[in-house]
């Protein structure tokens, strides 16, 4: 199994600019998030979905939106981007199966992004 | 308005000695709290965690101690070893069920380095 897989690892933007950062599971996994962290900060959850089909904000979502069409795939865009979205994107995953969030989230290698 | 803290950006222990890991909070509210360690590259990988009723929980090398009085909780590694060398991140959270009021926040990290 590959787990979590982020694609791309890493990307340069210019202002303006928009992206689609893909998120894959093959764990079977209902929920699925996004998170950034930025330096001397903790993650922040920017969306989350539990199940597909799905999506809720977050602690951070503006200038970000989501997307859950298939269960094991869960998409971030940015539509339009500006330098205060540099930072590491993190897709994660949990079962979903006790609905809580003590369920441990398995983490993807992360996407870093700069935005000029 | 940081509600988890953890307040040394890092911390170098000599081989076979004991790693202490601090964290602090300030919300009364949260009742369970999680340690999750990152490699370079990686994302962050979930180790260990601890309900508000109890003060100490165990696993292997490592020990999660929670005083709720002090709104304080660190993680013990005995005897420390160099694969320990990685960015630990706590966590805390007040609301449980996985719904729309998610909250799951996270301290900064502290980097552990293991010396030889």
């Known amino acids: 199994n590959a787990g979590v897989t982020q694609t791309p690892k890493f990307r340069v933007l210019k202002t303006g600019q928009s992206m689609t950062l893909l998120c894959a599971q093959d764990?079977?996994?209902?929920?699925m998030y996004w998170y950034r962290q930025d330096p001397g900060m903790g993650l922040r959850l920017i969306h989350y979905?539990?199940?597909?089909?799905?999506?809720a904000k977050g602690e951070v979502p503006d200038g970000y939106n989501v997307s859950r069409l298939k269960k094991q795939n869960f998409l971030l865009g940015l539509e339009s981007a500006a330098p205060s979205q540099t930072s590491v994107y993190f897709c994660a995953s949990s079962s979903g199966l006790q609905r809580t969030i003590k369920e441990t989230q398995y983490f993807g290698p992360g996407t870093r992004l700069l935005v000029l | 308005d940081q509600q988890v803290k953890q307040n040394s950006p890092s911390l170098s222990v000599q081989e076979g000695r004991i790693s202490i890991l601090n964290c602090d909070y300030t919300n009364s509210m949260f009742d369970y709290f999680l340690w999750y360690k990152k490699y370079p590259a990686e994302g962050p990988t979930f180790l260990i965690s601890i309900s508000s009723i109890k003060d100490k929980n165990e696993d292997g090398r490592f020990t999660v101690f929670l005083n709720k009085s002090a709104k304080h909780l660190s993680l013990h590694i005995v005897p420390s070893q160099p694969g320990d060398s990685a960015v630990y991140f706590c966590?805390?959270?007040?609301?449980?069920?996985?719904?729309?009021?998610?909250?799951?926040?996270w301290g900064a990290g502290t980097k552990l380095i293991i010396k030889p």
């Open positions: 979905s539990v199940g597909e089909g799905t999506t």
């Open positions: 764990m079977n996994h209902e929920y």
């Open positions: 966590a805390a959270t007040r609301h449980l069920l996985m719904d729309s009021n998610y909250q799951l926040i």
